[in-house]
Every structure is written in C-alpha cells, then in structure tokens.
C-alpha cells in the first residue's frame, strides 16, 4: 500500500494470531544439568506445537516457542514450578526484544494506519493503539515485529528523523517496550522465606495506624511523599499539555506561513516563466518578422532580377530582330544590285528583247531604241549673260558629257 497519498480507505488488518509468534517465547529457568532438549520438548509436547528450542547448560536455563499465545500461557501456568530431574522450574514469557512502542500518537491513528506505516521497516504480527477505558485512544502504541532486525532499524530510522503519519506536524516518538509479565503476579511460593527480613517483615499482620501514635506519624510522611509526588506529577503532566497546546498552535500559525510563503514562491516562478514566456514569445516574433521581411527581400529581389532579365531579353530580341531586318534590307539590296548589275552586264538580253519587240510590233528596232535613247551630250549654257561680256561669247555654252561612270560598270564589294 503506498504510504504517500491519502490514507482515508484502509484496509482492514488480518487480526488472526500468527504461528510462532514472538510473544509465544517462554523462558525457562532453574535447569537441572542433566536435562536435555529432548527432555523439554517431551515435557512441553502436551501443549501444542514447539518449535526454536534452546538450553544453556552452563547458566542452567533455556527458551522455547509454542504455537499459540493461549498454549505458551497454559504451559506457564502448569509447568511453573514443575520438578525436573531434581529442580523446580520457572517459567516465564521471554523477554521480546521485537516489540516497540509509539508515542505521541495523534487521536485519528488507528490500528490499520500504524499497521501500514510501520510496515515499511519489516513484517509485522501485530500492530494496536491503546485505549483507555472509555475506548478513546491514549495516543500510544505496540508493534510487535517478526524479526528483531527490523525493530532496532525502525528505532533508530525513528530516532535520527520525523516520522509523520498524518498531516499533522507531530513525529512519532518511537522506543523498545519491555513487556511486563503481571498475568500471575508473585505468588507466596516464590519469596525467599528463609531472609531474615521476611521473618522480620512477617511478624505482624493487617492493621490501621492508632491516630496520634508513633506508626501513624510516619505513614502520614508516607502518604504525604506519595502526594507531592502525585501532585508534581500531575503538575507536569498539565505543563506538558500546555506546552502541546502552545506547540500545536505555534505550528498551525509557522504551517500557514510557510504555506504562504510557498505560493508566494510559485507566485513569483509564475511571473519569472511568465516574463521569460513573454521574451521568448517576442524573440519568435522578431525572428518571425525577421524572416518574413528577409524572404520578401528576397521575393523582390528575384523579381527584380527577372524583370531585368525579362529586359534583357526582350532588348536582346528587338536587337537581333533590328539586326534581321537590316540584314534582309541589306540582302535585298546586294540582290537588287546583283541584278540590276547583271542586267547591265548581259546585251544579249537587251538584243534578244529587242528584235522580239520588233517581230511583234514591227518596228524597226534601231528606230525604237533611239526614241529611248538619251543623248550623252548636254548643252550647259548661262541663262544670265555675264557682265561686260560682248554679244556672241556671253551667250555661248559648253557640250559636256552625261555619263560620268564611264564606259565600265565594276562590281561593287558585298557587305555581307
């Protein structure tokens, strides 16, 4: 059961007797040398199972463990003072050093809770709040462990820190218990008649103190030590409530501060994460708005450069459809010039044109050429007659030739 969470739904504890258990130890006493284990297992056979059976010859006593409580209480009763081989022997419960008990208990711990609490340090048998007689716990326990190793490490485990088992701030205060074997108190048989104070003590019986007498005097100093000792007692003991009451008060107040105090420390790790939160949250921004001017930057950019080299092109292809046009401008005219000087160069097309034009129209062909024909020679003469010139010679003009290429025609240098 895990002990960190709530403890409001306990189980119930198994409240059978475990076989063997440490409170079933009995201690056996007064051992004749001569007596073995055999002896006493054949001697306490009738009392159910044994089991863990020891004798120290030297020291003249040994221990046993039976079944059950009832069993090793029925073998107490009948065996004490049993004769064994020339002895009497004295049997008593075994001391157990496995048994512990707990203080300062709060009033809402019950047997179920310190069952399970104490668990954590080894197997218990056996775990019970006292009660008074009202049936109101008295804020102590027993526990009575398995093993004697797990006693002695809830002790010290106890003793070194707090061990709380509610939320109360109260620490258990945890201790070895002796039990008290009171069951069969001191019988006559055991007082050591032969003293010379039991004759002493013995030589008067029952009987109350005459008033004002030499007996009466001192049982009243008796009476009057047991009182101041009674009334100290219970003085400490209201002093001790006191200082409980002061304490359980103190510790509420210091409790609530310290409550406090923590959510004032989470309040303030709020803000810090809050504020870094928002730092955090304002430098993704930045780099958000960073990146997103960055990549527009750059969207612009790329645009830009693919218009310029959209430009580029588009210059490109008007230069080369410029560059085509001029080309075929040129081509066209070298054609043209081609034909126009190859025109020239063949007579025997202008003859052969000739003679059919004349064969269809029925002309004479030097006739029709001469009517087209123009004359080489122009007259130039000054339409003004020059000043101080004499009649004749001012009106006088000169024959020049028209055709100034020459009788040649030279084949012109191809650009392209």
């Known amino acids: 059961m895990s002990l960190s969470g709530p403890t409001f739904d306990i189980p119930a504890v198994p409240m059978t007797e475990k076989k063997f258990n440490g409170r079933n130890r009995l201690y056996i006493g007064n051992i004749s040398p001569e007596v073995t284990e055999d002896d006493i297992k054949e001697l306490f056979q009738p009392f159910g199972e044994i089991n863990e059976t ?45 048994t512990i008990k707990v203080k300062n208990l709060t009033p809402f711990v019950s047997n179920e809770l310190l069952y399970y609490s104490f668990s954590v340090f080894g197997e ?53 218990y002796e039990v008290v074997d009171d069951v069969d108190g001191y019988p006559e048989k055991n007082i050591p008649k032969k003293s010379m104070d039991y004759h002493k ?54 409790k609530y501060e310290h409550e406090t105090e923590v959510l004032r420390d989470q309040l303030r790790a709020r803000e810090m994460d809050k504020e870094r939160q928002k730092i955090e949250w304002e430098r993704k921004q930045r780099m958000v708005e960073e990146e997103r001017l960055r990549t527009e930057e750059q969207m612009r950019r790329q645009q830009e450069d693919m218009e310029s080299r959209m430009l580029a092109q588009q210059e490109e292809l008007r230069r080369r459809q410029q560059e085509n046009t001029l080309f075929m401008q040129a081509h066209n005219l070298d054609s043209m010039l081609e034909q126009q000087e190859q025109a020239y160069d063949a007579p025997s097309y202008s003859k052969l044109s000739a003679v059919s034009m004349n064969d269809d129209t029925g002309l004479d062909s030097k006739s029709f050429m001469s009517s087209y024909e123009r004359h080489s020679n122009r007259y130039e003469a000054n339409r003004e007659p020059a000043r101080g010139s004499t009649g004749s010679m001012a009106n006088r003009g000169h024959w020049v030739s028209d055709n100034r290429r020459g009788d040649d025609f030279p084949n012109k240098r191809r650009r392209f």
């Open 201 to 254: 003590e013995r030589e008067q019986g029952p009987r109350f103190a005459t008033p004002g007498s030499f007996e009466n005097e001192y049982g009243m100093r008796w009476k009057q030590l047991y009182d101041l000792h009674s009334q100290k007692e219970e003085a400490l003991k209201k002093e001790l409530e006191l200082e409980k009451e002061k304490l359980a008060a103190q510790m509420e107040y210091a």
């Open 124 to 176: 218990i048998e056996r775990a019970m709040v006292c009660v008074d007689e009202r049936g109101k716990p008295t804020g102590e326990g027993i526990i009575d462990f398995a093993r004697k190793g797990s006693a002695t490490h809830a002790i010290r485990r106890c003793s070194e820190g707090c061990f709380f088992l509610t939320g109360s701030l109260r620490p258990v205060i945890v201790e070895t």
């Open 54 to 98: 020891f004798i120290n010859k030297e020291k003249n006593f040994g221990f046993i463990k039976v079944d059950y409580h009832s069993n090793a209480e029925k073998a107490k009763r009948e065996l004490d003072g049993h004769l064994l081989k020339g002895r009497n022997l004295k049997i008593r419960f075994a001391p157990n050093s496995t």
